[in-house]
């Protein structure tokens, strides 16, 4: 027996539980499926960020009233037009069958204070980059005041997840099923890069692409997550 400990105590002093939302009860239960039954393989790449960075400075100087678009509002727009260049993977797993859905819905993820809620960009691949940041803005306000519908939160074909704003180099997030797949951000840095056959500083980010083996192979995984690093490269 411990120091100090009574015979029939827990060493590890008094333990309070707190009782899970319905929320958060049924994103355990999901993630707990997706872990427990899905096939997955991870892929990731550096990613050059300098034109994007910049891009981006153009759009917030010239943005007035408007929602100034952001690292994740482009990641969110690289990964649709990926998704409509790759079809195979704007789609997903149930039942012993594959599905292939015909609009390309992104999900991004939002964290607050008792849950993580995954708001939906409906037809993001002919959403601008504008009408884009002001989707996210609006549902994640939403998402943060719990005041989210079911069908904002449902209908996503593919989800992204970034942590780079809480400076997360890199991490691998839990496929969302049935999607076939999911994209985690990391933050935009300084780091050594080549140009021109010359050391230099650059900004890059890495970016991680978790995909279910039943519906993309090693392949398939590389060549979407190429076409949304291309997206990244050359955003304008």
Do not use: Y
Request: charge should be neutral.
């Amino acid at each position: 027996m411990s120091e100090g400990v009574a015979a029939g105590a827990d060493p590890r002093g008094a333990v309070a539980r707190t009782k899970l939302s319905r929320t958060r009860r049924l994103i355990a239960e999901r993630m707990t499926a997706s872990r427990a039954s899905v096939p997955e393989f991870t892929l990731d790449v550096t990613v050059a960020m300098d034109a994007a960075t910049a891009w981006l400075g153009e759009l917030k100087a010239g943005a007035g009233d408007r929602p100034a678009p952001s690292v994740n509002d482009l990641m969110i727009r690289a990964c649709a037009l990926a998704l409509r260049e790759h079809p195979l993977a704007n789609g997903g797993w149930a039942d012993g069958h594959l599905e292939s859905f015909e609009r390309v819905n992104v999900g991004f993820a939002v964290a607050t204070p008792d849950a993580l809620l995954v708001p939906t960009i409906f037809d993001a691949d002919r959403a601008s980059i504008w009408e884009i940041a002001a989707r996210t803005r609006a549902l994640a306000v939403r998402a943060r005041e719990r005041q989210l519908t079911p069908d904002e939160m449902g209908g996503a074909t593919f989800t992204v997840s970034n942590l780079g704003m809480l400076g997360i180099e890199r991490f691998t997030a839990v496929i969302n099923a049935p999607q076939a797949a999911i994209l985690s951000v990391g933050a935009v840095r300084e780091a050594a890069v080549v140009r021109d056959s010359r050391p230099a500083v650059g900004r890059v980010a890495t970016i991680t692409l978790n995909c279910d083996h039943r519906v993309l192979n090693g392949a398939d995984g590389a060549r979407l997550l190429a076409s949304i690093q291309a997206g990244l490269e050359a955003p304008a």
